[in-house]
């Protein structure tokens, strides 16, 4: 499965952005789908992630109550709707994708086979 995320852009601090990660090449139903960031000079971490199928879904507590993930099959794609953001949110955005996950390993990075190239998030203050 091919990953294309988009969506980032720079929003001044408290407004609001919404990712895109489509899928090509297989559907995305039987898939977990997960959203990581980068922010430079930093490690990669773990922001959110759903189940196959939408069974479950799982926050990192630092975007806990901020961020919602959510998918719509019908389009193959998986949003990340992100509020009240701040500076520390500044990152590189990447989506990732496996059918294979457990519940238990949804925010586990080494986890996810499929990887999108990424959309830059800046926020200002």
């Known amino acids: 499965v091919q990953l294309q995320a988009s969506g980032g852009g720079l929003v001044q601090a408290g407004g609001s952005l919404r990712l895109s990660c489509a899928a090509s090449?297989?559907?995305?139903?039987?898939?977990?789908v997960a959203w990581f960031r980068q922010a430079s000079g930093k490690e990669r971490e773990f922001i959110a992630a759903t189940g196959r199928s939408g069974a479950g879904t799982v926050y990192a507590s630092s975007v806990k109550g901020r961020f919602s993930i959510s998918r719509d099959n019908a389009k193959n794609t998986v949003y990340l709707q992100m509020n009240s953001l701040n500076p520390e949110d500044t990152a590189v955005y990447y989506c990732?994708?496996?059918?294979?996950?457990?519940?238990?390993?949804?925010?586990?990075?080494?986890?996810?086979?499929?990887w999108g190239q990424g959309t830059l998030v800046t926020v200002s203050s």
């Open positions: 990732a994708a496996d059918a294979r996950i457990i519940t238990s390993s949804l925010s586990t990075m080494n986890a996810y086979d499929y």
């Open positions: 090449g297989r559907t995305f139903r039987g898939y977990a």
